[in-house]
């Protein structure tokens, strides 16, 4: 195998795990990315003052042992969500938040230092420009004898072996296959939920954290909206200071101007009109993401078909697999989904 070509579609987390365990053991790679830039559903804003605000993923867990164990070896450090002290929750529009007090979290959670965003670029240090081609979204993947065409926007490449990590529902939508593949696989991907695809984020960057006066944590959760819930986004050297979290979906339909007014609002409401000293203002639709979301005919119960066996089969008689988190059999949807399921399909080709 390892003079064998090896072709993987989409530069996010799986993928771009996938190409260093495939280059840290010689065998020759291209990754071919659709959008102008890395990480995929992993995006971590840059804000003027310097702050990195995650508007996709933040936060990994105890249990997440191979995502764990790849920043460990990639020499990464992880830092504890700030949850301290007590927190603000409006279940209705007519009253006002209220004040609790958080319980000891049983459960923390962990932020990357420098935002998750510092995975993905280290990750990326391992490929040189030849293997890795952004901004060429692939339409088409033929089998022709042996080996797999692809073309993309800009060019056609030959493959002795592709592995897609593009969400399996894009995947059938958006490509061309020849031959076609089996109905039964295009059945279950079209019905495969991709995790978060339609959510939205917003962070706030502050020059200092007036929120953790008076024994605040900066947790906030709201019924109404448009926030549903919002974080401390301090930094690992707790010197950049922000509030990020989520904003209900229905508000991406809005207009920007809007949307912004009424979160800044609901913000005064929660943390009064210190809130309104930001330093920069960000957010992120991803259901406005075509390279992530594909708008659902129906509702789709979140997480179906994920971990389906279906994606433990090969197609194009053997010469393509279907892989990214949502085809992993443990924690698909997640980032650790994601790092398994690389780990899972490079044992398989090292066992070839
Ligand atoms: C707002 C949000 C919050 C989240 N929060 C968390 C969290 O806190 N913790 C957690 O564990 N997980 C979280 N997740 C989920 C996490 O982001 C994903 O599990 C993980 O990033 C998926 O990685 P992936 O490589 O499998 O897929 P993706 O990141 O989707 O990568 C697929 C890649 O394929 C590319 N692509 C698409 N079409 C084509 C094409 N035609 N040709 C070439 N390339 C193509 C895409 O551009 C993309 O780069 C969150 C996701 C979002 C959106």
């Known amino acids: 195998m390892r003079n064998k070509n090896i072709t993987i579609l989409g530069a996010g987390l799986c993928g771009l795990t996938l190409a260093y365990l495939l280059k840290k053991s010689d065998y020759q790679i291209t990754v071919i990315e659709a959008r102008d830039r890395l990480g995929g559903r992993i995006l971590t804003q840059q804000t003027i003052d310097h702050t990195f605000i995650d508007l996709g993923p933040a936060w990994l867990w105890n249990q997440n042992t191979a995502i764990l164990d790849l920043l460990n070896e990639l020499q990464i450090p992880i830092h504890q969500q700030f949850a301290t002290g007590n927190g603000y929750y409006q279940s209705m529009a007519s009253q006002p938040p209220q004040l609790f007090k958080l319980p000891e979290n049983q459960e923390p959670s962990y932020r990357i230092a420098g935002g998750t965003h510092s995975l993905i670029e280290r990750l990326s240090e391992f490929l040189n420009t030849e293997e890795l081609k952004l901004d060429e979204p692939v339409t088409i993947l033929e089998e022709i004898e042996s080996q797999i065409k692809l073309t993309t926007s800009k060019s056609t490449y030959i493959a002795d072996l592709v592995i897609s990590t593009i969400p399996p529902r894009l995947l059938v939508n958006n490509?061309?296959?020849?031959?076609?593949?089996?109905?039964?696989?295009?059945?279950?991907?079209?019905?495969?939920?991709?995790?978060?695809?339609?959510?939205?984020?917003?962070?706030l960057s502050y020059s200092k954290p007036f929120w953790k006066e008076n024994g605040f944590s900066g947790s906030c959760?709201?019924?109404?909206?448009?926030?549903?819930?919002l974080y401390d986004h301090t930094n690992y050297e707790e010197d950049k200071f922000a509030l990020a979290g989520f904003i209900n979906d229905s508000w991406s339909q809005e207009s920007p101007s809007h949307r912004k007014e009424m979160i800044l609002k609901q913000l005064v409401t929660f943390l009064g009109k210190e809130a309104l000293d930001f330093t920069s203002y960000n957010e992120q639709?991803?259901?406005?993401?075509?390279?992530?979301?594909l708008p659902y005919n129906r509702f789709l119960s979140p997480h179906k078909n994920n971990s389906h066996s279906i994606y433990n089969e090969l197609y194009l008689n053997n010469k393509l697999f279907i892989a990214g988190t949502e085809t992993s059999s443990q924690y698909a949807g997640y980032m650790e989904g994601a790092v398994r399921r690389a780990k899972s399909v490079f044992n398989f080709i090292n066992n070839l």
């Open 175 to 203: 490509m061309e296959f020849t031959p076609s593949l089996p109905a039964s696989l295009v059945d279950i991907a079209k019905e495969t939920h991709t995790w978060m695809a339609d959510s939205m984020k917003i962070g």
């Open 221 to 229: 959760f709201s019924n109404i909206g448009p926030f549903t819930e």
């Open 285 to 293: 639709s991803w259901s406005q993401e075509k390279y992530t979301h």
